[in-house]
């Protein structure tokens, strides 16, 4: 019975961590944030990177962290995809996240795993820094 418990709230993660619209072009990405006056938040990720699947699985699971980020344009990038790696300042790690504007300014870094009350203060600074550059 414990397996069976455990097996159903590791599904419904996932299904969870499908609320999220994650954008997989990155230059797609970037017109319809234009188009909607958001900023991007970039997901650098490997396939075989555990922090990544940690990520994914607590950080962007957490209700406060999906509500936040329905600011931005969602985009998750594979670090192998080199088209897409080129568009990016260096990424010396994964997972990174980018937070920018459309014109591809970065207005907050993550690099590394962060749990969602400390993820948080990274959406919130990047929020707060692109609505103000908005508003001028």
């Not at 900023?39 to 994914?56: G, P, Q």
């Not at 937070?99 to 990047?126: R, S, V």
Request: with cysteine.
């Amino acid at each position: 019975m414990k397996k069976l418990i455990f097996i159903f709230s590791i599904l419904c993660s996932m299904a969870n961590a499908a609320n999220l619209k994650w954008n997989d072009d990155f230059n797609e990405a970037i017109l319809k944030a234009k188009k909607e006056h958001k900023a991007l938040m970039v997901m650098v990720e490997s396939e075989h990177c555990r922090w990544c699947k940690a990520m994914n699985e607590t950080t962007f699971n957490d209700n406060k962290v999906k509500a936040g980020l329905r600011s931005f344009v969602l985009i998750k990038i594979m670090r192998d995809d080199t088209e897409s790696m080129r568009l990016l300042p260096d990424v010396v790690g994964v997972p990174t996240v980018f937070f920018m504007t459309p014109e591809k300014e970065i207005l907050e870094q993550a690099i590394g795993f962060f749990e969602e009350e400390d993820f948080l203060i990274f959406i919130n600074n990047a929020k707060k820094k692109f609505y103000t550059k908005n508003k001028q």
